[in-house]
């Protein structure tokens, strides 16, 4: 019922910035809370950014200052992006969205990922 579609990662080298994109689609569902986790070799998954239909953001420590989520709630979409890159910050990134169906109840649902890599 609810599917997650994201684009934007890639290669990009120290210092530089990406925007990441993801949108919701179905019938007949409200998302609340989207964001972006991701997660690196060797690593458990973790927050990244969230963002809330009335805009309330949520960032980790390590991306604050660097990292700006952002929504359209009208297309159920989420940006996220992403400047002064740095090599610590490659892993895969994965759209998440806390959506609410009605006559079913409400859930996480999750995009495929998308790879980030941040190198010379």
């Known amino acids: 019922q609810v599917q997650l579609g994201e684009s934007g990662g890639g290669l990009v080298q120290p210092g530089g910035s990406l925007r990441l994109s993801c949108a919701a689609s179905g019938t007949g569902f409200t998302a609340y809370n989207m964001g972006w986790y991701r997660q690196a070799p060797g690593n458990e998954r973790a927050l990244v950014a969230t963002?809330?239909?009335?805009?309330?953001?949520n960032y980790a420590d390590s991306v604050k200052g660097r990292f700006t989520i952002s929504r359209v709630n009208v297309n159920d979409t989420v940006f996220l992006r992403m400047n002064s890159l740095k090599p610590e910050d490659t892993a895969v990134y994965f759209c998440?969205?806390?959506?609410?169906?009605?006559?079913?109840?409400?859930?996480?649902?999750w995009g495929q990922g998308t790879q980030v890599t941040v190198s010379s």
């Open positions: 963002i809330s239909r009335v805009g309330t953001t």
């Open positions: 998440t969205a806390d959506v609410f169906i009605k006559g079913m109840g409400r859930n996480d649902y």
